[in-house]
């Protein structure tokens, strides 16, 4: 009789379980709304990354850039370095070995994504409000875009110092004598490249858009 009464609310236990999994996937999927919006922190907090809910099985978006990120680092007696490419030896050392290729580059593009990373229904309404905008003389200030909620202003925090973190391992020696950076400055680089029905225009040029990271101490990445 114990064995089925326990039997019976491990049951129930997982009932309910899977049925508060399902219907917080089902909302995160549900019409915008001011309880989604008040919410999304902690929906995006449960589902992300393993159950993310997106419509890209069903109407993929194939690569049309190529982003990364470079980086300089601030020395010791003030000096200033050059930017260092960061995520072209990544790449290149990954096509370099197809069979067992390394995983450092996900730490990048990771950040990158996250640095990036919205609710689909949020990115649909920005870029709604941002063609309205560009309509609109009046409202090219700025004043009537949608802003970031919580969750995505601590996400981006999270992004930035990560690859700040990452960037600053790979250019510690920049500085004379090999001394340690004590401050590192990421910069995104995303270069959209040319449509693919532009593939045999001679004239086709890429665009390149350039975000800069605030700068971060070295102490502060630790």
């Known amino acids: 009789m114990r064995h089925r009464r326990i039997q019976r609310a491990a049951l129930l236990a997982g009932a309910a379980l899977l049925g508060a999994h399902f219907s917080i ?7 915008l709304s001011p309880a989604k919006i008040q919410l999304h922190g902690v ?4 589902l992300e990354p393993y159950f993310t809910q997106n419509w890209s099985l069903f109407a993929p978006d194939p690569t049309k850039d190529d982003q ?7 020395c010791a007696d003030g000096a200033v370095t050059r930017y260092y490419d960061v995520t072209g030896p990544l790449i290149k050392e990954t096509q370099e070995d197809r069979f067992f290729p390394s995983r450092t580059v996900r730490l990048v593009s990771n950040g990158l994504n996250q640095l990036n990373d919205s609710d689909d229904l949020l990115w649909r309404l920005r870029q709604k409000q941002k063609e309205e905008n560009d309509e ?4 090219k200030d700025g004043k009537h875009d949608v802003p970031l909620t919580p969750y995505e202003k601590s996400q981006h ?10 960037a600053l391992t790979q250019i ?46 070295a102490v502060e990445l630790q």
């Open 25 to 31: 996937a089902a909302f995160s999927q549900a019409p």
């Open 43 to 46: 929906i995006s907090g449960y």
């Open 68 to 74: 990364g990120i470079v980086a300089r680092a601030k």
């Open 136 to 139: 609109d003389s009046e409202a």
């Open 157 to 166: 925090k999270d992004a930035e110092r990560s690859l700040s973190r990452f």
């Open 172 to 217: 510690r020696n920049v500085c004379p004598d090999g001394a340690s950076p004590t401050a590192v400055q990421a910069r995104m680089y995303i270069k959209k490249l040319p449509p693919w029905s532009q593939r045999n225009n001679s004239k086709a040029k890429s665009v390149l858009d350039i975000y800069d990271l605030p700068w971060k101490k």
